[in-house]
């Protein structure tokens, strides 16, 4: 069957699954990772955010082959840009590659778990939560005062629970968050996804505002 046909029976299951009461676009929230004592510094001169791996996620998007990879590259940069850009609100913000990290400051980094397109078709010809999209992400959080490779801060965006939304963890640094240089930003990129990189951009800074 076409890559194409299997996306439109899965986002028709997808939206069988919404509807009984699985949240998706609409519902952006947090949740912790494990639990830990150590705690992120305060008022940082600097947060710089890495680009978020997107290798380990389950896509669901119209698109295969070079389409496929050039999206997820797109998708990445134009998150990164997004999260950049309101975590300017906590304090000054760059792009920053690990290969290529400061003594200080706060590093934003994480990797993709759900990335669906949803389906604008079920979205306008059926509504009550069909055909959303989705986005999730597991986000760590590095005091570079402490430790360019041990995160201190870890949560999960995207999750249904609104009573569950903050979380401090610590741990080794996943092995998927990138190295390397920035890609250009491309066109192709649907309006659901982008409106769901704004609130879990938005949802991030305001887990770290609570850090400031």
């Known amino acids: 069957m076409p890559r194409f046909l299997l996306l439109m029976a899965s986002l028709a299951s997808l939206a069988v699954a919404t509807a009984l009461g699985i949240t998706g676009c609409s519902a952006i929230h947090s949740a912790p990772l494990p639990s830990s004592s150590v705690r992120l510094s305060p008022n940082p001169p600097e947060i710089y955010v890495a680009p978020f791996d997107t290798e380990k996620a389950k896509w669901l998007v119209d698109r ?15 998150f990164q840009q997004k999260l950049i850009r309101h975590l300017t609100r906590i304090a000054p913000t760059e792009p920053r590659w690990l290969d290529d990290l ?22 306008s010809a059926i509504g009550l ?37 903050t979380g401090a963890g610590s741990g080794s640094m996943p092995s998927g968050l990138t190295t390397g240089e920035p890609v250009t930003t ?22 770290l505002s609570q850090y400031e």
């Open 64 to 78: 295969e082959g070079v389409d496929f990879v050039d999206f997820k590259k797109n998708f990445q940069t134009y």
């Open 186 to 207: 491309g066109f192709g990129i649907g309006s659901g996804l982008k409106e769901d990189s704004d609130r879990t951009a938005v949802e991030i800074a305001r887990v």
């Open 129 to 165: 939560g069909m055909g959303e999209t989705t986005l999730q992400a597991n986000v760590y959080v590095y005091d570079l005062d402490v430790s360019k490779t041990q995160y201190v801060l870890a949560f999960r965006t995207g999750v249904p629970d609104r009573n569950n939304d």
């Open 102 to 123: 400061p003594d200080h400051g706060w590093l934003v980094g994480g990797e993709f778990t759900t990335v669906y397109q949803g389906s604008r078709f079920l979205r």
